[in-house]
């Protein structure tokens, strides 16, 4: 509070309690602005051209000399005392406002952090993983070819014949054919499964071998809940001096118990594929219902999870080693195949489709 100016008024107005009634008003109002805008409000009324402090110039000029020197001195004190009250509430408000917007925004240093959401493995990548792993503890190492692949490696080399139904135009993907109707070894395709893997190998290498091979596989399917034109597969094969079908079931007895669990069976039923003789198909037993039937093994109690066989003398005369000499055995599956079964999802797009709902539940 400005003490000059306000003793000065005091004095002044002792004449005039009108004025004196005027200052304290002015006084109360400013005290009772509550924000800048109303302080504003506040000054314009009484400091503005119509405001009650301007109101006491007016009409000064046609008063005796001795009235206007009072008159224009209480004016003046007003309108000082105001200005500096005014000025005063302004950081008052301000200070205020300051110190709610610190108490507003304050941290509080004390509570846990904020965790970021952690990404994890595609449930896919997971069980390619997985696989991998079992069969890398077993010693086999992991190897990878290509996804554009030439027809000799996905076909003519596993014994694959021209005319064998698999390759017809509506399994394989061609990216280039020499000639549109007759099969040759160079036509390039995406390939449609894991086993040129297996040639390319041999081709290159020698026996003892053991290999583990996952990767992706195209053909030409209709997107479904069991079909998917792209999709994983992963391949493994042993070729070495006396390597026999037992080894190939014990082997596969191994790998099964360890994704599936220690309780589980292995069984081979006849099957044919071009490139290994004899073929079977590998079924598990259920781990849902450990064989009594269920709905996930459709009352069989088996699940079937992959191909395999004994390599076929064919394909080792394709890369040059002695079929008297090498016996080897071969296995591929279907990746989502095997998620499926072991994590209870019935619809293969759901890998596809990334709905955060769904990958987030593994
Ligand atoms: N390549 C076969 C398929 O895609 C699976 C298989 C691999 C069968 C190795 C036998 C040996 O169905």
Redesign the pocket.
């Known amino acids: 509070m400005d003490e000059n100016s306000m003793n000065e008024i005091e004095q002044l107005t002792q004449e005039r309690p009108e004025l004196a009634a005027l200052a304290r008003e002015s006084l109360d109002a400013i005290e009772a602005a509550g924000t800048p805008a109303e302080l504003e409000e506040t000054r314009v009324r009484l400091l503005g051209k119509k405001g009650s402090i301007a109101a006491v110039f007016k009409g000064l000029g046609s008063l005796p000399p001795e009235e206007k020197r009072t008159l224009g001195q209480i004016g003046n004190a007003l309108r000082t005392l105001a200005e500096s009250e005014l000025t005063a509430r302004a950081a008052r408000l301000k200070d205020a406002e300051t110190k709610e917007r610190l108490l507003r925004e304050a941290t509080d240093v004390t509570l846990p952090g904020r965790r970021l959401p952690q990404g994890h493995d595609h449930l896919l990548a997971r069980v390619i993983d997985d696989v991998t792993d079992i069969f890398v503890s077993l010693g086999y190492k992991v190897v990878a070819g290509p996804e554009v692949e030439l027809d000799f490696y996905n076909f003519e080399a596993l014994n694959t014949p021209p005319h064998h139904p698999a390759r017809s135009l509506q399994d394989t993907l061609y990216v280039r054919r020499s000639d549109p109707v007759s099969d040759d070894p160079k036509d390039i395709l995406l390939r449609?499964?894991?086993?040129p893997v297996?040639v390319r190998v041999m081709e290159s290498e020698r026996p003892p071998l053991y290999v583990i091979s996952p990767g992706k596989?195209y053909r030409k399917d209709e997107i479904d809940a069991t079909h998917s034109p792209v999709f994983h597969?992963v391949?493994g094969?042993a070729v070495s001096e006396d390597i026999t079908m037992g080894d190939l079931k014990g082997t596969l007895e191994v790998f099964a118990r360890k994704l599936f669990g220690e309780e589980r069976a292995v069984r081979f039923r006849p099957h044919f594929?071009p490139?290994?003789e004899p073929?079977a198909e590998v079924d598990v037993s259920c781990f849902v219902c450990a064989g009594g039937g269920c709905s996930l093994c459709k009352g069989v109690g088996w699940l079937e999870i992959?191909?395999?066989?004994m390599i076929d003398p064919a394909v080792f005369s394709h890369v040059g080693y002695d079929p008297e000499k090498y016996t080897g055995f071969?296995?591929?599956?279907g990746v989502e195949r095997i998620a499926m079964l072991k994590y209870g999802v019935d619809d293969m797009r759901v890998f596809f489709e990334n709905d955060m709902r769904f990958l987030r539940q593994f």
């Open positions: 449609t499964h894991t086993s297996q596989a597969q391949e094969f594929f490139f290994t073929s992959m191909g395999c066989g071969a296995f591929g599956g």
